[in-house]
């Protein structure tokens, strides 16, 4: 018996699912002057005691610890995707994500629900603007195309994080694989290699 091809969403089903939620995008704005000040006192703090690394680690692990906690969330949660659109404006950190995006998901918390990841990045898509919606953009088509093999939400969605911030080089650079057809397994070996390389 001959397996079907699989269905994927049209890009007008895409652009409804990725669609802008205004109120959430005004509660998260609201919420960053705050959630920069605490980010510039933490990083303040591991400068002057030299723990730039432990500083690094701790953003990843409260960014995981959010996604860990988004099976749990009911409701939108503005102040606490406002603490993650910071930590996310970290090479480092997105780095990580983008390693776990390209599979491996065992650096998750343990009990963390499947894909819970690539719901806390469409759930930023919705409410964030510029360069941080370039970032979270390029982290759910990088988990859609690798875990899914969607290439046509994948484009339209490097299409948004291009336009959004023209010089995001990994939307840019997987924009263009995606285009090109690169299969989602080589898509997920270059990410792996390239942070192996750091």
Same mark, same amino acid.
């Given at each position: 018996?001959?397996?079907?091809?699989?269905?994927?969403?049209?890009?007008?089903?895409?652009?409804?699912?990725?669609?802008?939620?205004?109120?959430?995008?005004?509660?998260?704005?609201?919420?960053?002057?705050?959630?920069?000040?605490?980010?510039?006192?933490?990083?303040?703090?591991?400068?002057?005691?030299?723990?730039?690394?432990?500083?690094?680690?701790?953003?990843?692990?409260?960014?995981?610890?959010?996604?860990?906690?988004?099976?749990?969330?009911?409701?939108?949660?503005?102040?606490?995707?406002?603490?993650?659109?910071?930590?996310?404006?970290?090479?480092?950190?997105?780095?990580?994500?983008?390693?776990?995006?390209?599979?491996?998901?065992?650096?998750?918390?343990?009990?963390?629900?499947?894909?819970?990841?690539?719901?806390?990045?469409?759930?930023? !898509?919705?409410?964030?603007?510029?360069?941080?919606?370039?970032?979270?953009? !390029?982290?759910?088509?990088? !988990?859609?195309?690798?875990?899914?093999?969607?290439?046509?939400?994948?484009?339209?969605?490097?299409?948004?994080?291009?336009?959004?911030?023209?010089?995001?080089?990994?939307?840019?650079?997987?924009?263009?694989?995606?285009?090109?057809?690169?299969?989602?397994?080589?898509?997920?070996?270059?990410?792996?290699?390239?942070?192996?390389?750091?």
């Amino acid at each position: 018996m001959t397996t079907p091809p699989p269905v994927f969403p049209s890009r007008r089903a895409t652009r409804r699912t990725f669609s802008k939620d205004r109120w959430l995008t005004n509660r998260v704005a609201d919420a960053l002057p705050d959630a920069e000040a605490k980010h510039a006192e933490r990083l303040a703090a591991a400068l002057r005691g030299d723990r730039a690394e432990r500083h690094h680690n701790t953003e990843l692990h409260a960014v995981l610890t959010y996604i860990e906690r988004m099976s749990a969330l009911w409701q939108s949660d503005p102040i606490g995707l406002a603490d993650v659109v910071v930590r996310l404006r970290c090479d480092r950190v997105r780095d990580e994500l983008y390693e776990i995006a390209a599979g491996r998901t065992d650096r998750l918390h343990p009990g963390t629900v499947e894909h819970a990841d690539s719901v806390l990045y469409s759930t930023l !898509t919705a409410a964030t603007t510029g360069t941080d919606y370039a970032h979270a953009t !390029t982290l759910v088509a990088l !988990t859609i195309y690798v875990r899914h093999d969607d290439a046509n939400t994948a484009s339209y969605l490097l299409e948004r994080a291009c336009a959004a911030d023209p010089q995001h080089r990994v939307a840019q650079t997987l924009r263009v694989a995606v285009a090109q057809g690169l299969p989602a397994t080589d898509v997920a070996a270059a990410f792996l290699r390239n942070h192996l390389q750091h």
